[in-house]
């Protein structure tokens, strides 16, 4: 069922559990996304940054998909579709477009303008019956032309963001997007206990949840971490089952090339990543 991430956000951080964000790029992503989801009885979020929507042609192609597949599908855990590092302009035409969610990242504005901009799309929001999250503290990396130099994020700062009403919140915190370089120094779990006694309680967001190790991720959650973002563990792993299955000539045998037998075994690489990482982030059964 479609919802906001409001409600599954709030009581993964009272239970002291994350939900998965998974990021989805076209019909199998987004199919191995919510059948597991289903099968394990976990709420789930489906993200998607503006190239992944322009790929699949628009945010409303990708959301009507999302709303097709949740009703064929008859599915009974809670899932959000949510905008991962919108712009302004991106924002407003998710609410329209059919969205329950969204993010608006304001953090390589100035401050202020931050807040100003924050402000005025949890109006939006929350005007439309979706959840909004905000950033402080650029995440490291680079996803979808959007780099961060991994800042950390101002405890003060998310106090104010977190304040303005926003549902949750992404705070740096050493974290970046994509593969973690060998002299990644990890994550900042005093910064991350400043930020959330802060932000009273708000469900706070870990962007770039490939590569850090299980420790860390446990740690994270029991300090306030409600949701969890990963993407370039399911971007190797089907690329990889992908790839081997065209080495091995399979899809050239019998009566001749078959996408759909092409693309099953990077939808079944993608379903056990996302089965780990909620096994991991204890949202089983927490539907």
Not at 70 to 87: E, N, Q, R, W, Y
Not at 202 to 225: C, D
Not at 231 to 248: G, K, M, P, V
Request: aromatic share 6%; net charge negative; hydrophobic share 45%.
């Amino acid at each position: 069922m479609i919802v906001n991430a409001k409600q599954m956000l709030q009581k993964a951080a009272q239970g002291r559990y994350a939900v998965p964000h998974i990021n989805i790029n076209n019909l199998e992503w987004t199919k191995a996304a919510l059948t597991t989801a289903q099968e394990l009885n976990s709420p789930i979020i489906l993200g998607v940054t503006g190239g992944a929507a322009k790929y699949m042609v628009s945010f409303s192609t990708v959301a009507a998909m999302a709303r097709e597949m949740d009703k064929a599908l008859k599915l009974t855990v809670p899932v959000a579709i949510h905008l991962d590092h919108g712009s302004y302009e991106q924002c407003v035409a998710c609410v329209e477009g059919g969205f329950s969610s969204i993010m608006f990242d304001g953090s390589h504005y100035p401050f202020d303008e931050n807040v100003a901009k924050t402000k005025e799309m949890i109006a939006l929001a929350h005007k439309n019956g979706l959840s909004i999250e905000a950033e402080v503290g650029s995440i490291g990396g680079e996803e979808d032309g959007v780099v961060g130099a991994g800042e950390i994020a101002d405890a003060e700062e998310c106090r104010i963001i977190a304040e303005l009403g926003v549902d949750f919140l992404a705070a740096g915190i050493g974290n970046i997007h994509g593969k973690y370089p060998d002299n990644w120094a990890g994550l900042d779990f005093a910064a991350l206990e400043r930020i959330q006694k802060a932000t009273a309680g708000i469900p706070l967001v870990l962007h770039g949840g490939t590569g850090i190790s299980e420790e860390m991720i446990k740690k994270a959650i029991s300090l306030g971490v409600a949701k969890i973002n990963v993407n370039t563990d399911c971007q190797l792993a089907f690329a990889s089952a992908t790839r081997e299955y065209i080495q091995a000539g399979k899809d050239l045998a019998g009566t001749g090339f078959d996408p759909r037998k092409l693309l099953a075994p990077g939808y079944e690489a993608i379903k056990l990543i996302i089965k780990g990482k909620m096994e991991l982030f204890g949202s089983v059964g927490k539907a």
